[in-house]
């Protein structure tokens, strides 16, 4: 369609439209970027630092949460992307587009996940690397009313918008820090000059589509991938008329970031065919429950479980933040009340009966009633750690690390740091070495060792995963 719509101008239509968004035609991105740099550069920054700092817009199909659990085509694929690397991920939200690459060109994120071209306005000081998966923009319109009526489709055809023309008068709505990501000039000059935009401040892309849906605005326009997912459950919707060609959908990262990108290309190039990149994408965008958890779950307004009210009150009677806890419950039990371990362990906190029973709560107790027994354990262990570890953000890690395996194995995991010259009021590389160095003979045997011999590779992957999922809570709900 977009083809036999170039056919209808002369070639200086197809002149402008290259010179508009060149990164829309395969020029080769190898050009656009320094090799490999010997000393490692931002990719050994990036191993160095254990973490891959990742940012995406607020579409609900690139990143929301359900029942505390992330979700969304962006963070899976940064996810795995991170997993390649043996890092963590951290995904920040950004809705500005034109922020986003500020940040990257600043080097405070790695790399920008968003559905945008590579139109010259943003090439300065980025580059694009090869494609996830290929789409096009398409104009999303409502259905006649009666169109369940019609003969066919032809005839419901006739009605909607199916060349760039016929938008003569028209009024596109569109985000407004997005206007410049999509082909209007283009299509302006189809119609004659004679095309308006309305700007949505505070709508993402989604919003505007379910506009269109509402009959609150007539067009928009939208990446094909994310039209058919919302056109899965809004059946009024037509998305069948293209604005732009085919054109990759990428990450983009900083210019002088040649080994990020080298890795980054290698690592899709050896999965674009294979089972994972297919199954993250149909997940996402051929699944209307998928699409219907992604739309109900919108990241300015997110919900974390059914218990945030709950969390909340217990939490802020002890001062700690509800997010935190609410994180700590997901790796307890993912917000399930009635869970039993094979240790014996229930409830949404996972406490066992001796210590539930302790702090007034038991297997028969309430939702309410067994968060209020974990925070005052919480609470407890807090005060006890007070007397050693100082800064409250660093006390927050060896709290947690003694609700996952007690406080008698930190006790002696302080004393060996202590005794070996590392901080015993630090919790990484130095504390929790020491904890998991309590598995070996020559430490569980030290004398200053009173509680024995113990794994502790769980509780530091507790800790790690509780704080990965409360930096993920911080930006989706409000304090």
Do not use: C
Request: avoid cysteine; charge should be neutral.
């Amino acid at each position: 369609m977009f083809y036999r719509f170039i056919k209808r101008f002369n070639v200086s239509i197809l002149f402008l439209l290259f010179i508009i968004a060149p990164g829309t035609f395969r020029v080769s991105n190898q050009i656009n970027y320094p090799g490999v740099d010997e000393r490692g550069g931002i990719l050994s920054d990036i191993q160095k630092r254990g973490k891959l700092i990742a940012i995406t817009d607020d579409n609900p199909f690139n990143y929301f949460t359900y029942k505390g659990e992330d979700k969304g085509y962006q963070y899976e694929m940064l996810k795995s992307f991170a997993s390649h690397l043996g890092v963590e991920l951290e995904l920040i939200i950004e809705p500005n587009p034109h922020k986003a690459f500020q940040y990257l060109r600043q080097s405070h994120v790695d790399i920008v996940a968003m559905e945008l071209p590579a139109s010259a306005g943003i090439r300065k000081g980025i580059a694009f690397t090869d494609p996830l998966f290929e789409s096009a923009q398409v104009l999303v319109q409502r259905k006649p009313n009666n169109w369940r009526r019609m003969p066919d489709m032809k005839s419901v055809d006739k009605l909607l918008v199916r060349n760039l023309a016929d938008l003569n008068d028209k009024v596109i709505s569109l985000p407004t820090q997005k206007q410049k990501q999509f082909y209007l000039s283009d299509i302006q000059h189809a119609t004659s000059n004679r095309l308006d935009i309305n700007s949505f401040d505070e709508a993402n892309i989604t919003d505007l589509i379910q506009a269109v849906e509402n009959n609150d605005v007539d067009y928009t326009i939208a990446f094909r991938h994310t039209a058919e997912a919302m056109a899965q459950i809004y059946p009024n919707l037509d998305i069948n008329t293209p604005v732009s060609p085919e054109m990759g959908i990428s990450w983009t990262v900083h210019k002088s970031a040649g080994n990020l990108m080298q890795e980054i290309n290698q690592w899709i190039g050896g999965h674009k065919d294979g089972k994972e990149f297919s199954a993250v994408y149909s997940r996402y965008y051929k699944n209307p429950r998928l699409a219907r958890l992604a739309l109900g779950h919108a990241v300015r307004a997110q919900n974390i479980s059914e218990y945030d009210e709950i969390i909340r009150q217990s939490a802020m009677q002890y001062n700690w933040d509800w997010r935190l806890i609410a994180a700590l419950i997901y790796k307890e039990s993912k917000f399930q009340p009635d869970v039993v371990s094979h240790r014996g362990a229930f409830g949404l906190m996972q406490l066992m009966p001796k210590t539930a029973n302790h702090y007034g709560a038991d297997v028969n107790s309430t939702p309410a009633e067994q968060i209020a027994a974990g925070l005052k354990l919480i609470q407890y262990l807090d005060k006890h750690f007070s007397k050693s570890v100082s800064d409250p953000e660093e006390r927050i890690k060896f709290v947690l690390a003694a609700y996952n395996i007690g406080f008698a194995h930190i006790i002696d995991a302080q004393k060996l740091a202590e005794k070996y010259g590392k901080d015993p009021a630090i919790w990484y590389d130095n504390v929790e070495f020491y904890m998991l160095a309590k598995s070996k003979p020559e430490f569980y045997n030290d004398p200053v060792v009173k509680y024995g011999r113990v794994k502790g590779i769980e509780t530091k992957q507790f800790v790690r995963d509780v704080l990965e999922k409360y930096d993920h809570y911080r930006t989706l709900a409000s304090r």
